[in-house]
């Protein structure tokens, strides 16, 4: 079955400490979102990449960094800067990066403080 | 930059009643238009789109959304809800020719259907 794998799905960070999120899509999508999911502030864009080796900050980017250097895979780092984490992650893919194409979800990471 | 509200942020129905949830945003250009819902356990999913066109979109599950340019909006509706629509319902926009490659999501609603 094709769709979008984000691990793990439940991560806990220290304090000081930096810590990856894992999204694969094998959708063959170029496009790759990653959105924060707080109660009652719905999803915030935080990074989205067009295509590999591509990517730009979205609305509230300070505190988390990217790569995407294959197509299928675009890890998100929350680091230290980041002052509160705690926050439900959702990874996305669509077929291009033009805002018309419907975006494929994955099922999230809970990441929480220690 | 572009803004979608969602003004319900919590509603509770009966089964049978008949649901509108609400939903508008801010850009004056020309835009595309989606639902999206998120049933309990489950990830998010697309209901329906509107790009051009019709102005009344229908979707899944007996869904339908109404796009009225002049007031920026882009309600969601359905006659008679049931128990299994008890979920969260996000609305987004992408504003084109903005340079944003990407869909700007309202706070969502959160519908509880009573059995």
């Known amino acids: 079955d094709g769709g979008i794998t984000q691990s793990p799905k439940y991560l806990f960070r220290k304090e000081g400490q930096n810590v990856t999120l894992s999204c694969e899509q094998n959708?063959?999508?170029?496009?790759m979102y990653w959105y924060r999911q707080d109660p009652g502030q719905g999803l915030r864009l935080i990074y989205y990449?067009?295509?590999?080796?591509?990517?730009q900050k979205g609305d509230i980017a300070e505190g988390y960094s990217v790569s995407r250097e294959k197509k299928e895979s675009f890890p998100l780092t929350v680091t230290s800067a980041q002052k509160n984490p705690t926050a439900f992650y959702l990874c996305?893919?669509?077929?291009?990066?033009?805002?018309?194409?419907?975006?494929?979800f994955g099922d999230g990471t809970r990441l929480s403080i220690l | 930059a572009q803004s979608v509200s969602q003004h319900n942020h919590h509603v509770i129905l009966s089964e049978a009643a008949s649901l509108e949830l609400g939903c508008n945003y801010s850009?004056?250009?020309?835009?595309?238009l989606f639902w999206y819902v998120q049933y309990p356990g489950q990830h998010l999913q697309l209901l329906l789109k509107?790009?051009?066109?019709?102005?009344l979109v229908k979707g899944i599950k007996g869904f339908e959304a109404e796009f009225i340019k002049s007031k920026f909006s882009f309600n969601l509706r359905k006659p008679s809800v049931q128990w299994s629509d008890t979920a969260e319902y996000f609305c987004a926009v992408n504003a084109k020719n903005t340079g944003r490659r990407a869909l700007t999501f309202g706070s969502g609603t959160r519908l509880q259907v009573q059995p």
């Open positions: 509107y790009f051009s066109g019709d102005p």
């Open positions: 850009y004056g250009g020309t835009v595309n």
């Open positions: 996305a893919s669509s077929i291009v990066s033009d805002g018309d194409q419907p975006q494929h």
């Open positions: 990449s067009q295509i590999v080796n591509d990517f």
């Open positions: 959708l063959n999508h170029d496009a």
